[in-house]
């Protein structure tokens, strides 16, 4: 069902570590190349190429794209009792995290009349994408508009793709989620040819372009995300999900199992790890695993995943080499289940989100720890982050010097630009204290 790799034996450079994590390279190419076209057309084509697409993809055919209020609003009123009070108290712990993501205002003061503010400005407009392929995600949309919210964002549209089992409409759920955060601007597109929607604007929908595209999706949106970086913010390329367990022998390997297959049952392409230097571990998880992935909802949907190139069981020496390799994995969702769990999480320094101990699964984060659940995969959290307020937000220097703060290192700016030979950047300054500029520069001040 899962494959095993095998680490043991000698210690491994970051080269190889990198080398020997599993990834499903080919469906990542295919994705790519795919998006590409697909942005194009809705680039070129506009509302007529969405059309084409929702009917090639969605089978979905003569629907809103731009979903009418009425349509929220009924969600909203026909929502499940038990899920909107889960969805509010999602919505409260996400805007709580999302606060303290928000830095504030400073100041630096060099001298008299000599200081640089940095503040935090928000982008004015976002897109927010909500898959909606094989699963339901209501979530996704509260981790991705609180945060742009607790930010300052003035406007915020979101997509998902429509639903035949709905006659086109987006799927309920997620409209009464937007409505329970007052979006208004709501979308029936999907895929990839909705990234391109939000970077270049529909004109026929009235719909114009954002300054950044967030949310998760499969591997056709991560790559559409990839192919509009530059001309949009991007938040992360969050494509199919992943989850690596690191663990010993004290970990039980049921709740290693049951949380490798939460994970998988989201794609086929979805990956589930286990890293440890247990083989006794290693052996009970792969007894265990059958058994619970043939329990559950989408067992054909699990067994592919697990099977899947991208899934793997990974034997290590120890320890040390266990948190070596998923540094050089950066997983999406790392859970540590070992005996000194916080003090191994302290050492592990990329991953999207960790999850420390037994009773801390990533169902927790999916939904109600307050984390955001939008993370980077394929490696990126090597060097990039999850979403947040931050996401939002650009830090900008404000330059406020008077003449005296000028005045104080108006010498060392000329000598500097007459080393880089730029001496007009020299001459810039030495103008302001020109006698013939006193009078001038005074009545600005």
């Known amino acids: 069902m899962i494959q095993t790799i095998d680490l043991t034996g000698r210690t491994r450079t970051t080269a190889e570590l990198l080398a020997a994590v599993p990834r499903a390279t080919a469906a990542a190419a295919e994705a790519s190349e795919a998006a590409a076209r697909i942005i194009d ?26 979903v009418p209020q009425a349509h929220i609003d009924e969600a909203v009123a026909a929502l499940d009792p038990r899920v909107r009070a889960a969805l509010e108290a999602a919505i409260e712990r996400v805007r709580e995290a999302s606060t303290a993501q928000v830095p504030p205002a400073t100041v630096t003061e060099f001298g008299p009349g000599a200081r640089v503010v940095q503040r935090w400005q928000p982008v004015r407009r976002v897109g927010v994408y909500v898959p909606g392929g094989k699963a339901v995600y209501p979530s996704s949309v509260v981790m991705n508009v609180v945060p742009a919210q607790v930010a300052g964002v003035e ?34 597109m999907g895929g990839a040819g909705a990234i391109g929607a939000f970077a270049y604007g529909v004109p026929g929908l009235d719909l114009e372009p954002v300054d950044v595209v967030t949310g998760p999706g499969n591997n056709f949106v991560a790559a559409a995300k990839r192919q509009v970086a530059g001309v949009v913010g991007i938040d992360a390329e969050a494509g199919a999900t992943e989850i690596l367990v690191l663990a010993d022998d004290t970990a039980d390997p049921r709740l290693v199992a049951a949380d490798l297959v939460s994970q998988a049952e989201h794609d086929e392409q979805a990956a589930a790890v286990l890293v440890t230097a247990s083989r006794t571990l290693a052996e009970a998880v792969v007894s265990v ?28 020496d120890d320890l040390d080499a ?43 984060g999916d939904y109600l720890a ?11 959290a090597r060097y990039g982050s999850g979403l947040g307020a931050h996401t ?51 009545k600005g001040s």
């Open 289 to 316: 695993l059958p058994g619970i992935a043939a329990s559950t909802r989408h067992a054909e949907r699990v067994r592919t995943a697990l099977a899947g190139p991208q899934s793997a069981i990974v034997l290590v």
């Open 41 to 66: 057309e809705v680039r070129q084509g506009g509302e007529a190429a969405l059309r084409a697409q929702a009917a090639a993809f969605d089978h979905v055919e003569g629907h809103a794209l731009r």
């Open 322 to 364: 266990g948190i070596a390799f998923s540094n050089a994995y950066a997983p999406e969702h790392l859970e540590v289940m070992t005996a000194d769990a916080a003090a191994v999480a302290e050492r592990t320094t990329s991953a999207g989100a960790i999850f420390v101990g037994p009773y801390a699964p990533v169902s927790l």
């Open 392 to 442: 939002f937000l650009r830090p900008q220097q404000l330059i406020e010097y008077d003449r005296t703060g000028l005045q104080a290192v108006a010498d060392q700016i000329v000598a500097l630009a007459d080393a880089e030979a730029l001496p007009a950047h020299g001459e810039a300054v030495q103008a302001r204290f020109a006698a013939n500029a006193t009078e001038s520069t005074s």
């Open 370 to 380: 307050g984390s955001n659940h939008v993370l980077p995969t394929g490696g990126q």
């Open 155 to 188: 406007s915020v549209a979101l997509t998902s793709p429509p639903q035949a089992a709905e006659g086109g409409r987006v799927h309920p759920t997620i409209l009464a989620a937007a409505g329970l955060l007052g979006v208004t601007e709501v979308y029936a």
